[in-house]
């Protein structure tokens, strides 16, 4: 049976789980926002951005005579084993919340401070020893600690999902070296356009995937200036005017990214204009990515009807009434997660707006919705690589008979028998089931010896 311990805040006493580290404030955001379902917890590196935060601001209190010696130890100790994943399960904030952040901050100092407590032989809630607000936020408000987190957090899970993505790169360069001789046609606009080889057209799924790793690093270096020290609104009011520059610096050395104080702490408390650029970033990646995955559905289509050039790994039966019937579910798969990002960037979009005057209020969401693409992206992208793009193989014998019954290579021989006489081949072989090859033999146009050596498909190639 749950014991339980009363604590006091500005709206009145409240009863909160008594081995629980969280307090007052954070049991009322538990009972407010039963909204997403979507907690602090189930993002680990936004509790460890959170630790980090507050334990730069604690070094930085210390530093300027804010922060008692007898205090730091206990409140840095605490910050640590947040930064380490102890207290994950304390952390039951909803994403989705009023309050600006609040809640996840109150939630933090809460934490921190029941743990600092317990770990000098206090009980919990002894806020006169050690203070959720009065020390673990001091010279803080939320409106500084909850964005910085938030930049912090992404810091560190885009080089999470910039890992994954090149391992795909490189899965899909592989198969580009394994393909290398495969001969097949190129389309566009869905029809026969000329050849190729099924290697060029895997390497350039890398090489299209590749021109991302540096826009979502460029983008997330934005997220490095930082507004901690502005308080409220960003004019600092409550904290030293050494306080920005320092809590930089000691941030930065604990994490080694290179933050640094915003130049203008006003301007910088309500901006969400690095959310907005960073999340567009995972739109143009995913809009990529799903791209890649509605060629590969095409390429493996059939497998008696449609292209079949590549074989897809069967994964799952694919119906309940079709026997035999496998689909291609893991690009399937993909192509659902990056509609959901869609759906993410045009919220971060509304969110960013939305703020009034100085302060975003609507960052909550913003910072939902971001995480959960970067999340959803980087399983997505583990998925492809693992359950699909590593054991594609192709049908070279297919690709190669399409090529040869094309009716796309007559613009091989554009340059030597002209536009006008390619264009009245390729009508009679698309009208008559004829080859390009016998119709241009048969009309005295070209020698075999001629034609032999123009539509060899590696001529055509430059290979």
């Known amino acids: 049976m749950t014991k339980f311990r009363t604590e006091s805040d500005l709206i009145g006493d409240l009863q909160v789980p008594e081995q629980a580290y969280y307090g007052v404030q954070t049991q009322r955001a538990i009972d407010n926002f039963r909204i997403s379902g979507s907690r602090m917890k189930d993002y680990p590196e936004f509790i460890r951005a959170i630790g980090y935060v507050k334990l730069a601001a604690a070094q930085t209190n210390n530093k300027l005579g804010l922060l008692s010696d007898e205090l730091l130890k206990p409140i840095s100790e605490a910050c640590k084993e947040v ?266 979009t509304f969110a960013a707006e939305a703020g009034q005057l100085q302060l975003n209020v609507m960052e909550p969401v913003l910072c939902q919705c971001i995480f959960e693409s970067i999340v959803f992206l980087e399983r997505a992208i583990e998925t492809l690589r693992i359950k699909c793009v590593e054991g594609i193989t192709a049908n070279k014998d297919i690709c190669l008979n399409m090529v040869k019954n094309s009716i796309g290579i007559v613009t091989a021989l554009n340059p030597h028998i002209g536009y006008k006489n390619s264009t009245k081949i390729a009508k009679e072989a698309l009208e008559t089931g004829k080859s390009v090859y016998d119709l241009v033999l048969e009309k005295g146009l070209l020698t075999k010896e001629q034609l032999d050596k123009i539509l060899d498909p590696k001529n055509m190639l430059g290979i």
């Open 83 to 348: 930064i380490a994943g102890k207290f994950n399960d304390q952390f039951l904030v909803d994403m989705i919340q009023g309050g600006a952040g609040t809640s996840v901050n109150m939630n933090a100092n809460e934490v921190i401070a029941n743990r600092a407590l317990e770990l000098m032989g206090k009980q919990k809630a002894e806020y006169t020893i050690v203070s959720p607000n009065d020390h673990v936020n001091r010279s803080q408000s939320t409106n500084d600690a909850y964005p910085t987190t938030i930049k912090l957090a992404i810091i560190k899970m885009n080089e999470s999902l910039m890992k994954h993505l090149t391992k795909l790169i490189e899965a899909f360069r592989k198969k580009g070296k394994e393909f290398s001789d495969v001969i097949k046609m190129g389309r566009t606009q869905l029809q026969d356009a000329v050849p190729m080889t099924l290697g060029q057209e895997f390497e350039a799924f890398a090489a299209n995937l590749e021109e991302e790793l540096a826009r979502l690093q460029t983008n997330a270096n934005l997220f490095l200036e930082i507004n901690m020290g502005g308080t409220a609104i960003g004019t600092g009011l409550n904290a030293p005017k050494d306080f920005p520059k320092l809590c930089a610096e000691n941030l930065a050395k604990l994490t080694g990214e290179k933050f640094v104080a915003a130049g203008n702490l006003v301007e910088a408390t309500p901006d969400t204009g690095a959310y907005v650029i960073y999340s567009s970033a995972l739109k143009r990646m995913a809009v990529k990515l799903s791209k890649i995955c509605n060629d590969l559905r095409l390429l493996s289509s059939g497998p008696r009807a449609g292209l079949r050039e590549i074989n897809l790994p069967p994964m799952q039966p694919g119906s309940s009434i079709m026997p035999g019937k496998v689909n291609p579910v893991i690009p399937e798969v993909v192509n659902q997660v990056c509609f959901k990002v869609f759906g993410n960037d045009l919220a971060v």
